[in-house]
Each structure stands twice: as C-alpha cells, then as structure tokens.
C-alpha cells in the first residue's frame, strides 16, 4: 500500500465512520473504484483503532465516569443500579456480547466472502429501508409521548438515555452484532436500534458511540498483530491511515451530533440506495471487483 492509498483511506475511514454509510464497505468500495487491491479486513479492524481514539478523547468524561461507576457496583453486580453512569457500563458490556460472539464465530466469512462486493452492494439498499423504518416508528412514538402530556421536542423519540434498561442494551447489541457484515454499518444499525426502542435521536448516537469502544478495541488490537505478515512491510501506510482517520474521526463526531438534532438518518438512505446500486451494476459489469 502506499502513502497516497494510505491517506486517502485514512480520511475515508475518519468521515464514515460515525455515519450510518458503513466505513467498512467505503473501506472496501473506494479501493475498488480506484484499482487498488483490497486493504483486507485486518487494516480495516486496525485503522478503525484511529476513529476509536477520538472516541476515547471526545467523550473522555463521560467514559471515565461510566467506569468509575461499574467499578463501584461491581460488589453487588447491580444491573438496575440507581446510578446511570453504573448501568451504561453495564449494558455496554452486555451489549458487546452478541458481537463478540458472533465475531469469532465468524471470523472466516467476515474475513473472506462478507467482503463481496455484491454483499456489500446488497446491505448498503436493504438496510436503508430498515433505517427509514426506524425514522418512521421513532416519530410516531413521539407523537403518541405529545399527546399523552410530554414535553415537546425536537427530536424524534421520547426517551433519554438514562432510562435505559437491559432489553434495550441486549437489542442495541444485537444490532450492532449486524454490522460484522460490511455494508450495513454499525452506527446505522446501533442508532435506528434505539429508534426504534423509542430513544431521541441524540441520545441513541451517544449510546452508539460508547458501544462501539469494547467490540472496536478488541477487534482491531486481535487483528494488529496481521499487519505487515510479520515483516513490518504495511506497518507505515496503516500507522498513516490510523492517524489520519483519528483527526477526521474526531471531526465528525461533533459534526453527526449537531446534525442529528435536526435531522433523520433517513437523509444517508438515499446515498446509500445509489452507491449500492453503482457496486452492484458495476461489479456485475466485471468493471470493478
């Protein structure tokens, strides 16, 4: 890989990350456009190691706060403790399970046949529809929440993140478990998951965000020992990436938080449909593969 390759992923990586476009197929999409081979899902699970520091760093309180707490309610192991910050690091945990789990179950597909471009191509339309899906429920339990007395809102939703109870972290979860397959995005599936359990718009971005920060460090420190084949050779173009993709990341979480107050997630769907349209026409075309 080189440099130029390099940096051209890392900003990829960086500016999808957060958005429900799914940096994992960009990540396989932009070097097929561009002739270059597969980086492979080992840089993928690493350079997303840049975007999860800035994970780290932005919501850095926050994080700090959530593990100060579970810590404390380790004792007691106390899944309704009256502490929020103690029950988000555990439905963290619990929502990390079913990604964990079915990661290692399947590593050989996500590592060979899920990076398809058809697979691709076929999960960036499908799961469109499920998130428009989640913009519609999400505005009609707000709708239902006004006219039963609640304060009106911006946002799609009724719910904030503190009353989150263990079925809504065992579904996030699972939805997050679906992003193992490139295409369908793991911030796409995680935030119309709390859509659909009746959470703002926000908050269910918030939630996304700290999920990720287990399944990502984990997956990308197993998969940092692929890097250079043992001989150090794609060290270099994948430290750039991770680098690059860490300063854009940072960027973007702001960005997608602001945008989110005002806006759906249903604005991505229509990018997503023509993009996986242009893979498979393409890829079937036998002009990209």
């Known amino acids: 890989m080189s440099a130029l390759q390099a940096i051209v992923l890392g900003i990829v990586q960086g500016l999808t990350e957060f958005l429900p476009i799914s940096s994992t197929g960009h990540l396989r999409i932009v070097p097929a456009f561009c002739g270059w081979d597969d980086p492979g899902s080992a840089f993928t699970a690493v350079c997303q190691l840049g975007t999860m520091a800035a994970v780290l760093l932005y919501f850095r309180q926050e994080l700090w706060r959530i593990t100060r707490a579970t810590l404390r309610s380790l004792p007691g192991r106390r899944w309704h403790d009256p502490d929020v910050d103690a029950r988000l690091g555990w439905y963290i945990v619990l929502g990390t399970i079913p990604i964990g789990l079915l990661g290692v179950a399947f590593s050989h597909q996500i590592e060979s046949s899920a990076r398809s471009l058809y697979v691709i191509g076929i999960a960036l339309i499908l799961f469109s529809f499920v998130m428009l899906r989640a913009e519609a429920v999400g505005r009609e339990r707000a709708l239902l929440a006004g006219r039963a007395g609640a304060p009106p809102g911006e946002e799609v939703g009724s719910r904030a993140l503190p009353s989150i109870n263990p079925r809504d972290g065992v579904f996030i979860g699972v939805a ?4 193992l397959v490139p295409g369908v ?12 359990r009746g959470f703002e718009r926000t908050d269910a971005a918030r939630y996304s965000f700290l999920l990720s920060v287990p ?7 197993f998969e940092l020992r692929k890097i ?3 001989d150090g050779a794609a060290a270099a ?7 690059l993709a860490f300063v854009v990341g940072y960027a973007s979480i702001a960005l997608l938080l602001r945008f989110l107050t005002r806006h759906s997630i249903g604005v991505f769907c229509g990018y ?4 996986g349209v242009l893979v498979l026409g393409l890829a079937g075309a036998g002009v990209i593969s």
């Open 176 to 179: 997050q478990a679906l992003a």
């Open 185 to 196: 995005s793991r911030s796409g599936a995680t935030i119309s998951a709390g859509l659909f």
């Open 215 to 221: 399944a990502v460090v984990l997956s990308g420190l």
């Open 228 to 230: 250079g084949d043992g």
């Open 237 to 243: 173009p994948t430290a750039i990436a991770t680098l």
């Open 272 to 275: 997503r449909i023509a993009l």
